[in-house]
């Protein structure tokens, strides 16, 4: 019974030789480990969120879960504890109980990958893929269709979604969690949104086009080669002195490992906007504009209404080997007809995490402001929403939602755009290249 018997500085201890051992090459052996040493990577009170993606994330709890066999540790935990000092007091407050199995639910019992699904045509425009458009003075052109529109910029097809009162958050027993509580309605004016989230053709076609120097790209995509992650880039330096995707990594997946100025620099560019403004503007959608064009305007717990199948949605459906390498990654294509919404987004529900534009507040659903359009306040976190190949099928539910630093990179973290519907009128401030 191990937290029974443990004091708080001893549990302490144990938590942070864990996560550091995920984070950092250089851990002192057990021994000689102190968790209040200036030299480990995560001080007790160091945001974890800031260094941990999801896989990450996957490997602390399993870890914990050897450390503290006898506690029940849901994967959320990291998530609603982002600390090591508070992940101590929570592991202290949940135990001992007996631990969960760790077979998936009976609905979620397939250790195959969902059945192949059908695809899409890849719009998107990338180096290998014909030049933009002549009419780039526009930032859209229309198409056949009356809610259809092609992002002139980066070929990417978007869906004019209508002015709606949603419903937003979730109040079900035993589904919501907290921070999706209490449902409630908000107004939203017609919007332009991405038919599927930014491919790493398109990301690398960006970087090439814009030319960002090395403090940008090490806020938007890069990763320092201390860090653990960063054989998982996507990209890399091409023999020109440009960018290309690494070998055997499809131009179609979702760019990945992207923070959310990175997203916004691209959201920028794409409009036709000055990208240098990264760090306070963008063309995210907001949280209750993405979870709209995930559902749309009335309750449902996923896209396509309530259960979920393999063939429906790329999520975790059981016990993987962790990948060891950006090729390895079970990523599916953006293109891929996978998380349809009513609207007929792709990947609306599982595959990669998705950037939006709102500070993150876990209660923000229970103060005054939730029936605004968007979160505005100021705050350390930035939402995401969406789920993903690492967790279980519950993550990729149309209302839940998580934060992290907007510094953030994770290999199963990427980005939409999405606009107001006045951009369809204005015309391109900058030169293709800018």
């Known amino acids: 019974m191990e937290c029974a018997t443990e004091d708080f500085a001893a549990v302490l201890r144990k938590v942070s030789f864990v996560v550091n051992g995920y984070v950092s090459f250089k851990v002192p052996r057990w021994e000689a480990f102190d968790p209040m040493s200036p030299a ?17 994330v996957v490997a602390v709890t399993s870890g914990l879960r050897q ?29 001992p109980f007996p631990l969960r199995s760790v ?10 990958s969902h059945p192949a699904a059908a695809s899409a045509a890849f719009t ?75 491919s790493v053709g398109a990301f690398v076609r960006f970087l090439n086009l814009a030319r960002p120097g090395p403090t940008e790209l090490s806020d938007w995509c890069l990763l320092p080669p201390t860090d653990k992650r960063h054989g998982f880039v ?35 560019w794409a409009h036709g906007r000055d990208w240098a403004n990264y760090k306070s503007e963008g063309f ?12 749309g305007s009335e309750f449902r717990d996923f896209p396509w209404g309530s259960g979920a199948e393999p063939g429906q949605l790329n999520v975790s459906w059981d016990e993987m080997p962790a990948p060891e390498r950006v090729q390895e990654l079970p990523l599916e294509p953006v293109n891929k007809l996978l998380g349809l919404s009513p609207f007929g987004l792709r990947g609306m529900a599982g595959n990669i ?39 279980d099928s519950s993550l990729a539910r149309s209302s839940s939602r998580r934060g992290r630093v907007p510094e953030a990179k994770g290999r199963c973290l990427g980005f939409r755009c999405a606009a107001p519907l006045e951009v369809l009128d204005e015309r391109s401030l900058c030169p293709e290249g800018a």
């Open 353 to 391: 995490w998705q950037w939006c534009r709102d500070t993150y507040d876990p209660d923000f659903y229970r103060s005054k402001q939730a029936g605004e359009a968007w979160n505005s306040a100021e705050g350390p976190y930035r939402s995401e929403r969406g789920g993903s190949w690492v967790g």
């Open 40 to 56: 480990l990577e995560l001080p007790p009170a160091a945001d974890m969120m800031t260094f941990l993606d999801s896989l990450f």
């Open 103 to 112: 077979s998936p639910p009976a609905d979620q019992q397939n250790p195959q």
């Open 124 to 198: 998107q425009l990338t180096m290998f893929t014909r030049p933009a458009p002549v009419d780039c003075a526009r930032v859209y052109s229309e198409t056949d269709f009356a809610d259809r529109f092609v992002r002139n910029r980066d070929g990417m097809e978007c869906v004019l979604l209508p002015a709606a009162t949603a419903q937003i958050g979730c109040d079900a027993t035993g589904l919501a969690r907290e921070n999706e509580q209490p449902m409630h309605v908000v107004r939203l004016d017609s919007f332009l949104v991405d038919v599927e989230p930014v």
């Open 284 to 295: 995210l959608p907001t949280e209750a504009q993405w979870e709209y064009a995930a559902r």
């Open 67 to 95: 450390m503290f066999p006898d506690v029940a540790i849901p994967p959320t935990t990291l998530f609603d504890s982002p600390t090591i000092e508070k992940l101590t007091q929570a592991i202290i407050d949940r135990g």
């Open 234 to 268: 996507p990209l890399q330096a091409a023999a020109n002195g440009g960018w290309e995707a690494k070998m055997g990594v499809p131009l179609s997946w979702p760019m990945i490992l992207v923070s959310w100025y990175g997203a916004n620099a691209y959201g920028l």
